[in-house]
C-alpha cells in the first residue's frame, strides 16, 4: 500500500505527541496548534491534526482572540471540522472567556480607566456585536456588581437610562463605570456615545452616584471619557 510519504500523529514519537506531551511536559509545553490538535482530535486525509490546527489558526492570522470569534459556522468550513469538532472549539473558547472574567474575591477595585478596561475585557472583546455594560461600585470603588444594560447590532445600542439608574440604586451604589465594545476596532466615540454619557452622567448626580467612566473597547486599545476629561457635556472639547 502507498503512503505519501507523511508521519500520522500516531507514529510520532511518543513525546512528541500532543497528548503525550501534555501529559509528559504540561501544557505550558504545548504551541497554541498543538493544544488545538488536542480539542480536535483527528486530521483529514490531506493533513495531521496538527497541520489543520494551523491552517485554522494562520486563518485567524494566528490569535487567538480572533479565533473565538469563528462561529461554529465558519470551523465548519474547515475540510476534516465537522459540527462535533466545531462545537468543542467554541465551547473550550467560551470556557477560555469565562475563565478570564473569573477573578479572585477582592480583586475588582476600579482606581482608573484600565481597571475598567481590564474588567469587562474579557466580557466584550470577542463580541460581534455591540454591548453596555456597568459597574457598579462603593464609596472605596469595590466593584458590587457588573450589569449589562443594553445590546445592539454591529454599530448601535439602544439603551434606556432609566434601566442604569435602577440598577445603581437598587445596589446602593455610589459610582458606576459604563462600558461597551466597538466590534469595528475603531474606539473613537460617536455623537450617540457622547451624548448616553452627559445624560447618564446627569442622572446620576441627581442620586448622588458618580460616573466614574465610560470606556468604549476595542481588541488592543480603549477610549476612556474620564482620561479625556470628558465626562460631562460642559467639559465637551
Known sequence: METDGRL????????????EKMLLKGAVA??????LAILISSGNRE????????????SAANNLNALGKLSVK????????????????????????????????????????RDVYELFYPVLCDLPYEELWVALTNRAGKVI???????????????DIRLIMKSAVHALSAGMALCHNHPSGNATPSREDD???????????LFDILLLDHII??????YSYADEDRLHKSTHK
Open 145 to 159: 456588581e457588573k450589569v449589562k444594560v443594553g445590546q445592539g447590532g454591529t454599530g448601535a445600542i439602544l439603551v
Open 8 to 19: 500520522r500523529i500516531r507514529e510520532w514519537a511518543e513525546e512528541d505527541r500532543p497528548r
Open 195 to 205: 451624548n448616553l454619557t452627559f445624560r447618564l452622567a446627569e442622572a446620576a448626580g
Open 74 to 113: 465558519d470551523l465548519m468550513a474547515f475540510k476534516g471540522i465537522g459540527e462535533a469538532k466545531a462545537v468543542t472549539i467554541a465551547a473550550a473558547m467560551e470556557l477560555g472567556r469565562r475563565k478570564r472574567d473569573t477573578m479572585p474575591p477582592g480583586r475588582d477595585t476600579i482606581r482608573s480607566s
Open 217 to 222: 473597547l476595542c481588541d488592543n486599545t480603549y
Open 30 to 35: 504545548l504551541s497554541d496548534a498543538e493544544l
Open 47 to 58: 493533513e495531521t491534526v496538527v497541520q489543520l490546527s494551523q491552517r485554522i489558526l494562520n
